[in-house]
C-alpha cells in the first residue's frame, strides 16, 4: 500500500492571514475577524481610506449622461404607479361611495398637478448639453400623465357619471326604451 498523497498548500490568502502580526491583548478570548490586520496604524489607516476616498471627477458629457437617464426614470415614473392606480379602480367597484370618489379625485389631481410642474421637475436636469434633449423626455412625461388622467376619465365613465347618452344633454329626450327585457319589469 501507497501513502496518501500529501495535503495542497493553503491558499495564499490563508498565508497573509495567519502571517499576520497580532496586537491584540493576550487576555481576549475573540479571534480576529477574517482579513482584520492590526498591524495598520490609525494613522496608516486614515491615510489609505484618504486614497480610497479621492476619484476622478466626472466629466460634463458623463454628467449629462447620468442627467438624462435619471429624467428618463422621472419621465417613465407615472407608468409605474398606473398598474396600482388600475387595481385601486378595479377594488372601489363601479358604485359612488367615498373612497372611489377619493380614487377618482387623486386620478385627476396627480396627473394635472404634474403636468403642471413640469419645468419645475425638470430643473435640476436642465444643463446647456441636455436642454435639446429634455424635450423628448418631458414629451413622455406628459403622455405618462395623460395616461393616468384616461385612466380616470374610463373610471369616472364605468360608474355612470359621463353625459354620454342624448338624454343627458337634451330635457325633452326621454331615456332609451327597450324592446326586450332578460328580467321583467316587476323585479326591476
Do not use: C, H
Not at 481576549?28 to 490609525?42: C, E, Q, V
Not at 436636469?125 to 405618462?144: A, Q
Amino acid at each position: 500500500m501507497s501513502a496518501p498523497p500529501p495535503p495542497p498548500p493553503p491558499p495564499q490568502w490563508v498565508l497573509d492571514l495567519e502571517s499576520a502580526g497580532s496586537t491584540k491583548p493576550k487576555n481576549s478570548p475573540l479571534p480576529d475577524p477574517p482579513g482584520y490586520t492590526a498591524s495598520l496604524t490609525r494613522k496608516e489607516r486614515a491615510q489609505s481610506s484618504k486614497v480610497a476616498a479621492v476619484r476622478k471627477a466626472p466629466t460634463p458629457e458623463e454628467m449629462d449622461t447620468l442627467k438624462m437617464k435619471k429624467a428618463w426614470e422621472l419621465a417613465i415614473a407615472p407608468a409605474k404607479q398606473l398598474p396600482m392606480s388600475a387595481i385601486g379602480m378595479y377594488m372601489t367597484g363601479n358604485t359612488l361611495q367615498i373612497f372611489s370618489i377619493f380614487m377618482i379625485f387623486t386620478l385627476f389631481k396627480t396627473p394635472v398637478m404634474a403636468v403642471a410642474g413640469l419645468q419645475r421637475t425638470f430643473a435640476p436636469f436642465d444643463t446647456p448639453g441636455t436642454s435639446g434633449r429634455l424635450i423628448g423626455v418631458k414629451l413622455v412625461y406628459i403622455l405618462m400623465n395623460l395616461v393616468g388622467l384616461a385612466l380616470g376619465i374610463w373610471k369616472v365613465n364605468q360608474m355612470g357619471l359621463l353625459p354620454t347618452t342624448r338624454s343627458d344633454w337634451l330635457a325633452w329626450e326621454g331615456e332609451r326604451t327597450w324592446s326586450e327585457r332578460a328580467v321583467p319589469r316587476e323585479w326591476l
